[in-house]
């Protein structure tokens, strides 16, 4: 997968979290959490979501790797075999 294909995952599973977000609008190096106003629980199911369409299971030790947008695609290109 590419950096696109990453980038396209993430837009597909933060629509169907919280589909009132643009990602045009948020800061990429700032936390996702903060700049997509989401709950534990929508970090949650975006992982999951994420699991399902690339096949990398994020654990809950590496949750401050995945920070910000630029973090969890920099993540999935390190873990993509």
Do not use: W
Not at 3 to 22: G, K, M, Q
């Amino acid at each position: 997968m590419t950096t696109e294909n990453f980038a396209a995952c993430i837009a597909t599973a933060l629509r169907r979290i919280a589909p009132e977000i643009d990602l045009q609008d948020i800061a990429q190096d700032e936390d996702l959490r903060e700049e997509c106003e989401l709950d534990s629980m929508d970090f949650l199911n975006l992982l999951a979501d994420l699991k399902k369409q690339t096949g990398i299971s994020i654990p809950e030790s590496d949750y401050p790797q995945v920070r910000s947008y630029n973090q969890l695609i920099s993540y999935l290109q390190d873990h993509h075999q």
